[in-house]
């Protein structure tokens, strides 16, 4: 039989409840890795992918938490390490998309709610697992689902463009941090993916054929095909790999300035 490739992991994935973090919880589970899933506000989504961990052969732990605040988040790393263990894998995916509005137009609270959830919690959960896993003997893994929009600016975007771009640059200064200490911190810039952030293509194939016209692929990803470059990031494949972005977006990106 084929060695699974995450065996002996514990990975927190936040946002599991639906798109990339599901996906990525249960392709984790196929691999050997026990999972914990957090999410906001869909309960139902979270027990879901917590079955399908469970029917893979590892244990699962669902967890609700706002990641907004710090307190919250340092509360589920004392929960999760008293009632399964010390996790050894973060998949920081939980995020909220761009508001539509143009800069001009956008409230404080506009502003706030995308980078507190897109950039302030991914970094609360950087620093928890950090200092749990400094010290244990164990290898860590950070793995922070970014965007192409970290490159690619769209009006109506700007909070999440500036989160998606300050947690590239978190990522990156994270790998300086951490080379000498045996913890690997990597990003994933997905394009358009087939997830409730894309719902309207999800219902509408005629507004899906229309979306990726601008990809060269001339299709959106499934959630599956990110999570299954972040097994890859997870592995002992992936050890020398450090502080870098691996885009997966159907050649969008070489697309931008075509025509020009």
């Keep these: 039989m084929e060695a699974k490739r995450l065996n002996g992991e514990l990975a927190v994935v936040t946002g599991a409840d639906s798109g990339i973090g599901q996906a990525t919880a249960i392709a984790f589970a196929r691999e050997g ?3 914990v899933i957090t999410y906001l506000h869909d309960r ?3 027990e879901q992918t917590a079955r399908e961990v469970e029917a893979a052969g590892r244990r699962a732990a669902v967890f609700q938490a706002d ?3 710090s307190k919250n988040v340092r509360q589920l790393f004392q929960d999760v390490l008293q009632s399964i263990g010390l996790p050894t894998v973060l998949v920081n995916n939980a995020g909220v998309d761009a508001t539509g509005k143009h800069v001009k137009d956008m409230t404080d609270e506009d502003w706030d709610l995308v980078i507190r959830t897109n950039l302030s919690g991914p970094f609360y959960y950087c620093r928890e697992f950090i ?3 400094e010290g244990s003997g164990r290898h860590g893994t950070i793995i922070n689902i970014t965007s192409v929009h970290q490159e690619i600016p769209r009006a109506g975007a700007a909070g999440y463009d500036a989160s998606k771009g300050g947690l590239r640059n978190l990522t990156t200064t994270l790998a300086l941090e951490l080379s000498e200490r045996n913890i690997n911190v990597n990003n994933i810039a997905p394009g358009m993916v087939l997830t ?3 719902q309207q293509a999800m219902d509408d194939p005629e507004a899906e054929k229309q979306q990726v016209q601008s990809i060269p692929m001339k299709r959106a990803a499934k959630p599956e095909e990110i999570a299954h470059v972040a097994v ?3 592995s002992e494949q992936a050890r020398y790999i450090q502080g870098t972005t691996i885009v997966v977006d159907g050649a969008l990106m070489l697309f ?3 025509g020009a």
Excluded: S, Y
Aim: no cysteine.
């Design 232 to 234: 890859f990031l997870a």
């Design 131 to 133: 200092r749990g896993i």
């Design 44 to 46: 139902d989504g979270a």
């Design 67 to 69: 990641q907004r605040e």
């Design 196 to 198: 409730p952030m894309n």
């Design 33 to 35: 890795a026990d999972v």
């Design 256 to 258: 931008q300035g075509q």
